[in-house]
């Protein structure tokens, strides 16, 4: 069990820019999940994988963020046109079956100046 | 749909007294509850989960629950409190699919 990997740790960007954040779930599980976490507050979520099938997405993402997860196993989470309210901690989640806990990585923290 | 809240934003305790961190949930149907916590610019960790059986559940680093149906909480708790415990403590009801986290409690176990 390798756990949960996500890359890059941290970004920079200016604000209009796109950027991608990638997230390698452990191997055998299924689930992935994404979530954003901004100081002070639980982890809101924004999207749920099952195997390459994005089965839930949140009304509060907009129409800028989009994720993927093309083979079932890695995941992107693709921001466009960045916004100053983009910035936080993006997390990734991945879990077996229904019920099992979640495996947090340890996040990719965005900067939008 | 799925809600839960964590009416207390800080919780202090003394070293080596009880601590209780509350939450109260609304699920759907039979619910999935979670505890996990967060380190200082660490990610979050599972703690504990009820699914089905015993209300008291016992999860890691000596942590327990209590499930309460008829009041809809699951309140965590540990008899002994230590300076290590001081963290971020989500709880966290789960649906078939997403998990739904509150907006934290901070302890702070006072030396």
């Known amino acids: 069990d390798t756990g949960v990997s996500q890359n890059p740790r941290h970004k920079i960007t200016k604000r209009g820019q796109n950027v991608t954040f990638r997230c390698d779930p452990i191997s055998e599980h299924n689930r992935l999940y994404w979530y954003r976490q901004t100081l002070g507050q639980g982890p809101e979520f924004l999207t749920y994988?099952?195997?390459?099938?994005?089965?839930?997405k949140s009304r509060l993402l907009s129409d800028r963020f989009s994720a993927e997860r093309p083979k079932g196993s890695f995941s992107t989470l693709e921001i466009q046109r960045t916004e100053q309210g983009d910035s936080a901690m993006y997390l990734c989640?991945?879990?077996?079956?229904?019920?099992?806990?979640?495996?947090f990585g340890n996040g990719t923290r965005l900067t939008v100046t | 749909a799925q809600s839960v809240a964590q009416p207390e934003d800080q919780v202090n305790v003394a070293e080596g007294n009880p601590l209780t961190v509350k939450c109260t949930y609304s699920v759907s149907g039979n619910p999935y509850l979670f505890w996990y916590v967060q380190y200082p610019n660490r990610g979050l960790q599972f703690l504990l989960k009820?699914?089905?059986?015993?209300?008291l559940v016992k999860g890691s680093y000596g942590f327990e629950a209590e499930f309460n149906k008829s009041q809809t909480s699951f309140h965590l708790k540990k008899p002994s409190a230590l300076v290590s415990d001081s963290a971020l403590y989500f709880c966290?009801?789960?649906?078939?699919?997403?998990?739904?986290f509150g907006t934290g409690t901070k302890l702070q176990v006072i030396p």
């Open positions: 989640a991945s879990s077996t079956v229904e019920g099992s806990p979640l495996h």
């Open positions: 966290a009801p789960g649906g078939y699919q997403k998990v739904t």
């Open positions: 994988f099952q195997n390459e099938a994005q089965l839930e």
């Open positions: 009820y699914i089905t059986g015993d209300n």
